[in-house]
Antibody
Framework: EVELVESGGGLVQPGGSLRLSCAASGFTFSSYWMSWVRQAPGKGLEWVAN????????YYVDSVKGRFTISRDNAKNSLYLQMNSLRAEDTAVYYCARGSGYVIYWGQGTLVTVSS | EIVLTQSPGTLSLSPGERATLSCRAS???????LAWYQQKPGQAPRLLIYGASSRATGIPDRFSGSGSGTDFTLTISRLEPEDFAVYYC????????FGQGTKLEIK
């Protein structure tokens, strides 16, 4: 059974940093693109970033370029999102997702709150 | 960046009725890389349709997708009580994006 479990969310001050993790199981992690998608409270979905199987290609939504870094460790079946220079508008539930196109498998999400 | 605009913002219908949800893209969506999702409160999205018209595994056949280019439609033929939720379209080209959502509520 495919499982994606996010962790690392929490309350952080504006300008601060946070690192999200996603532990994957139930499939061959190294064979899939992976993505992060976020959802601000009461708002719609926003694709944030994705990464190729070997980490050689990474893409970001314009609003996070230069501040967020997506990475992966295939030996640990884990996906990461390093978030720096956080802003109030980054407040959202962050979902880990398998694939870079349409998404069948999603994690349960981890809440990031940026507030002083 | 492709901007997706969904309409209506809210759709009020009764169980048994037919629902038609629209998704319009600011430019042509290549190879019909268009998906539809259902999301209920406190849950992750659930894939319904991919490739504009292919149903995902386990999705009832009352859900159907159509369209190409810049205009796409999700149709729910006969609404069941569990269908009332928020629906999102997504284009999954090089820089994926989602529509703002349509809330389907019970009339």
């Amino acid at each position: 059974e495919v499982e994606l479990v996010e962790s690392g969310g929490g309350l952080v001050q504006p300008g601060g940093s946070l690192r999200l993790s996603c532990a994957a199981s139930g499939f061959t992690f190294s064979s899939y693109w992976m993505s992060w998608v976020r959802q601000a409270p009461g708002k719609g979905l926003e694709w944030v970033a994705n990464i190729k199987q070997d980490g050689s290609e990474k893409y970001y939504v314009d609003s996070v370029k230069g501040r967020f870094t997506i990475s992966r460790d295939n030996a640990k079946n884990s996906l990461y999102l390093q978030m720096n220079s956080l802003r109030a508008e980054d407040t959202a539930v962050y979902y880990c997702a398998r694939g870079s196109g349409y998404v069948i498998y999603w994690g349960q999400g981890t809440l990031v709150t940026v507030s002083s | 960046e492709i901007v997706l605009t969904q309409s209506p913002g809210t759709l009020s219908l009764s169980p048994g009725e037919r629902a038609t949800l629209s998704c319009r893209a600011s430019q042509s969506v290549s190879s019909s890389y268009l998906a539809w999702y259902q999301q209920k409160p406190g849950q992750a999205p659930r894939l319904l349709i991919y490739g504009a018209s292919s149903r995902a595994t386990g999705i009832p056949d009352r859900f159907s997708g159509s369209g190409s280019g810049t205009d796409f439609t999700l149709t729910i033929s006969r609404l069941e009580p569990e269908d009332f939720a928020v629906y999102y379209c997504q284009q999954y080209g090089i820089s994926p994006s989602f529509g703002q959502g349509t809330k389907l509520e019970i009339k």
